[in-house]
């Protein structure tokens, strides 16, 4: 099947998904999970088949800047679907849906030199899975923490909106984000160890900047869970450094990234 056909298709189902969770939040339509996540499995094979034929290649995987967000918005809608089995986490497709649908379409519209990583190089792939495993749930522990900063703040208000009123209740969002954060820490400790393991030099030129904000980010997550632990942060409060942290992290994974290769245009 054509990449064009498969990344329309793709581009399609999500945008369903996407204005069916919108109607559901603006009460228009009543939520139906079975449909949303046969949408989002639907959409999830033919993004999949996307990435097996525009970013695996037999000598190794495509990880340039935009095909990069692809393999990650297929992530984090997978890990999504699979959240979504045990947890009330179905007002994250409002977010995880678009998103996927727009790194599909950047990537679509945009031509940049591959940057291949050899698929020989286990241990730098190893840390690469890693890297977008942790960035991917963090993705999602930052769609979350922004749903309950809205829901504080609409509630501190007493105002009864359409958000309010469809998402889950608040000690159960709150939960749910600490659950993320702790799997996205164990996530990026095992990205950061084998980094140090198998990529050489961690604080080289091209490298210092990903390395010190992923440092930096660690540092926001872990001081979150021990505020959580010891001072019962939560609320606005937890979603603030939820947030801080995932700019950190962004700013590691895609600060260089961006720079090298679309400011400076610099290929692999």
């Known amino acids: ?30 939520s139906n999970t079975a449909i949303t996540t046969l949408i989002g499995m639907l959409a999830l094979t033919a993004h999949g088949l996307l990435i097996t034929q525009t970013i695996l290649h037999d000598g190794g995987v495509d990880f340039s800047f935009f095909k990069s967000t692809v393999l990650i918005s297929w992530l984090i809608v997978f890990l999504l679907l699979g959240l979504n089995l045990r947890k009330p986490v179905q007002s994250l ?13 950047t990537a679509l519209i945009t031509h940049m030199p591959s940057r291949l990583v050899s698929d020989e190089n286990y241990g730098v792939l190893s840390h690469i899975a890693l890297s977008v495993t942790a960035y991917s749930l963090f993705s999602l522990a930052a769609i979350q923490a922004v749903l309950l900063y809205f829901q504080n703040n ?13 998402l889950p209740p608040l000690q159960t969002m709150e939960s749910v984000l600490f659950e993320m954060v702790w799997a996205g ?7 950061i160890v084998t980094g140090a393991l198998f990529v050489e030099n961690l604080f080289a030129q091209n490298l210092a900047h990903k390395t010190v904000f992923s440092l930096l980010s660690l540092m926001v997550f872990v001081a979150l869970l021990v505020g959580r632990h010891t001072k019962g942060w939560r609320g606005i409060t937890a979603s603030r450094w939820t947030l801080s ?12 990234k961006f720079a ?9």
């Open 245 to 256: 942290g995932c700019a950190l992290l962004m700013l590691a994974f895609y600060g260089s």
């Open 154 to 166: 609409q509630l501190k208000r007493n105002y009864n909106s359409a958000l309010v009123r469809n």
């Open 93 to 105: 497709f409002l977010g995880a849906y678009p998103l996927a649908a727009f790194t599909l379409i």
């Open 260 to 268: 090298i290769e679309l400011v400076f245009r610099k290929g692999g």
């Open 185 to 191: 820490v164990v996530m990026l400790i095992l990205a």
């Open 1 to 30: 099947m054509g990449t064009l056909i498969l990344a329309v298709t793709a581009l399609f189902l999500y945008s369903v998904g996407t204005a069916l969770q919108a109607l559901h939040f603006r009460g228009r339509v009543h």
